[in-house]
């Protein structure tokens, strides 16, 4: 069965860093697509980071040059290192598991989701 638990959110101010994580338990954790959404209030879901089971990335222009996501395939943690953070990052980042190695659609798995804030 899997499980994704994310962690490592938080408030932090306008230019400070943030690392998450993503847990997952299952088998072949390296074999799938994993990916960082975020939803603030009031906004749908959106896609952040996406990383292939070989580890090509892509991210959102909103967070290009900011974020980077990577993964540990051997401990099954995928993670996000969010750095000169900004009011409008603030949101529930949820990191997904897809369906397979290129791809985060269709289905997958969602983890519970962490709370950034970024205020002063």
């Known amino acids: 069965q899997v499980q994704l638990v994310e962690s490592g959110g938080g408030l932090v101010q306008p230019g400070g860093s943030l690392r998450l994580s993503c847990t997952a338990s299952?088998?072949?954790?390296?074999?799938?697509?994993m990916g960082w959404y975020r939803q603030a209030p009031g906004n749908e879901r959106e896609l952040v980071a996406f990383?292939?089971?070989?580890?090509?990335?892509k991210y959102a222009d909103s967070v290009k040059g900011r974020f980077t996501a990577s993964r540990d395939n051997r401990e099954k943690i995928l993670y996000l290192q969010m750095n000169d953070l900004k009011p409008e990052d603030t949101a529930v980042y949820y990191c997904?598991?897809?369906?397979?190695?290129?791809?985060?659609?269709?289905?997958?798995?969602w983890g519970q989701g962490t709370q950034v804030t970024v205020s002063s």
């Open positions: 997904k598991r897809g369906p397979q190695y290129y791809s985060l659609e269709p289905g997958g798995y």
């Open positions: 299952g088998p072949f954790f390296d074999l799938y697509a």
């Open positions: 990383i292939s089971s070989a580890g090509d990335t």
